[in-house]
């Protein structure tokens, strides 16, 4: 059998698809060693602290050595899997020995350096470090992490990180409204999380490549390159020494892992951070439930989510365009308040993976129709744990709908890099008074919690007011429109 030369194996290291995140799971391999892939196929799917993520591979080959078995957490910047490009790819098509490796390579081979520029994955300067597999219960070998599929609560619940949006490269030229760029690239580009109205091109007649888009990521991340190959790993401890959880005789206990880690640092962080304020109010919401039904069978609303959720996010944007100071956040370095004249309105959503929060980006300059739609998409995404990290980054105010599971309302941390949160009580018939005599009324209770650094009890106590007269009479979205 020939043998392969290193210069025509490519090393395809686990990127940073989230901003500052140092390592993912590998949930499950697409291919195995022997398989050829091109340009753009996914080949794993990974789990970081925020969401699951497939990866793209950046070129053409055959695959010769997956390094990881699934269940693996692997530091971002370690090779995950090797690739023979070129000339090599002919003979890495012969029969693999191993379907999968077992232990991690112990050394990398350089790959080539191309004249000019040359792109590479986001995050591959973080320092090396141990390597863990995914533990496993009894004596199983490592299996194909099961995909989340479990659906989401109708109303979604919960809160977790969201991170500040990262700085825009300089804007790519465009054809009318669209960037130019292949079907594959805008894939990546959508993995990754990358705007491709930032990429500067460097194709043809202005089209963007995958490069370019790596390129941007890089940027991006401003993580420097490593000089050298990365030292070697030490093997992984077998998965039967330490299992995902373990019972005794009277508990069980779990390690704590992934979202959910991430999600305990942010809220500690958050609740001895910023200083917590909690205001609420009891509100005759039968209007706005009546309201509901009508949308619901508006032809305009056809197909589209509608719910009460939908109107007291509505409510919500038009309490922060009458108390703009509400939208806003601490930069603790400079000693500055910063107003932002824009409402990425983020939805809390409790998912089998954990609790996160993806945002709508622009909400304050959609319709009630393109709010509905917005939201639809955020669910079912959110619902086939495909959230991506980007969607979860740059949030300004958060809805939590608490009432799904039946409590009146709830005090909600802050999300990090956010003054305000609004939880969302149940919505029950209560006797209220209403023209002069108790009737059966649809009631719910809202909670507003603040940043009382940046947000004073006026301004808070004004924006909550705002949103509970526009759902007890919502006519008031067209009056204060």
């Known amino acids: 059998m020939t043998t392969m030369?290193?210069?025509?194996?490519?090393?395809?290291?686990?990127?940073?698809v989230g901003e500052g995140l140092t390592e993912a799971e590998i949930l499950k391999w697409y291919v195995q060693p022997g398989d050829t892939v091109t340009d753009g196929q996914v080949v794993c799917e990974v789990e970081t602290a925020k969401a699951a993520v497939e990866l793209p591979i950046p070129y053409d080959g055959v695959v010769r050595e997956l390094h990881f078995p699934e269940g693996t957490t692997v530091d971002v910047g370690t090779s995950i899997i090797a690739v023979a490009v070129g000339d090599g790819a002919a003979v890495a098509a012969e029969p693999a020995q191993e379907a999968v490796a077992d232990t991690p390579a112990t050394a990398e081979a350089e790959e080539p350096k191309p004249e000019g520029r040359q792109p590479v994955l986001v995050g591959y300067g973080v320092a090396t470090s141990s390597t863990r597999r995914r533990p496993r219960k009894g004596g199983q070998a490592p299996a194909g992490a099961q995909e989340a599929s479990a659906a989401v609560q109708a109303e979604l619940n919960g809160h977790g990180p969201a991170e500040p949006a990262a700085p825009a490269a300089p804007a790519a030229p465009v054809t009318g409204d669209r960037p130019?760029?292949?079907?594959?690239v805008r894939k990546l580009a959508k993995d990754l999380g990358v705007d491709l109205t930032t990429v500067v091109p460097s194709g043809p007649d202005g089209i963007i490549t995958r490069e370019d888009v790596h390129a941007a990521v890089t940027a991006r991340s401003a993580t420097p390159e490593p000089q050298a190959a990365p030292a070697p790993v030490t093997p992984a401890p077998s998965p039967a020494a330490a299992p995902t959880s373990y019972d005794t005789a009277r508990e069980t206990r779990v390690p704590v892992k992934g979202v959910r880690k991430a999600t305990a640092a942010a809220m500690v962080g958050s609740a001895f951070t910023a200083p917590h304020v909690t205001e609420f109010v009891t509100v005759d919401v039968t209007r706005t439930m009546k309201l509901v039904e009508e949308l619901k069978q508006d032809?305009?609303?056809?197909?589209?989510?509608v719910n009460p959720l939908l109107l007291i996010a509505k409510a919500l944007l038009v309490a922060i365009r009458r108390n703009p100071d509400i939208n806003a956040s601490w930069d603790e370095a400079a000693q500055e308040i910063v107003v932002k004249h824009y409402v990425n309105l983020g939805i809390a959503a409790a998912?089998?993976?954990?609790?996160?929060?993806?945002?709508?980006?622009?909400?304050?300059a959609q319709t009630l129709p393109q709010l509905a739609g917005s939201l639809g998409e955020l669910v079912s995404t959110a619902r086939e744990?495909?959230?991506?990290?980007?969607?979860?980054?740059?949030g300004t105010v958060t809805i939590t709908n608490v009432g799904v599971f039946g409590v009146d309302t709830g005090t909600p941390i802050l999300n990090p890099g956010e003054s305000a949160i609004l939880a969302v009580g149940a919505i029950k018939l209560q006797p209220w008074v209403h023209k002069?005599?108790?009737?059966?009324?649809?009631?719910?209770?809202?909670?507003?919690?603040?940043?009382?650094?940046?947000?004073?009890?006026?301004?808070?106590?004004?924006?909550l007011?705002?949103?509970?007269?526009?759902?007890?009479?919502?006519?008031r979205l067209i009056s204060w429109a």
Request: no cysteine; hydrophobic share 35%; charged share 30%.
């Open 5 to 16: 030369t290193d210069s025509s194996v490519r090393e395809f290291k686990m990127p940073d």
């Open 180 to 184: 130019l760029a292949k079907p594959p």
């Open 299 to 305: 032809k305009e609303y056809a197909g589209l989510r």
């Open 351 to 364: 998912t089998p993976r954990g609790l996160i929060v993806p945002n709508i980006k622009d909400a304050h």
């Open 385 to 394: 744990g495909k959230t991506s990290p980007a969607a979860m980054q740059g």
């Open 436 to 463: 002069g005599k108790v009737k059966p009324r649809q009631v719910t209770t809202l909670a507003l919690s603040f940043d009382h650094r940046l947000v004073d009890g006026e301004l808070g106590s004004k924006v």
């Open 465 to 475: 007011a705002d949103v509970a007269a526009v759902l007890e009479q919502p006519k």
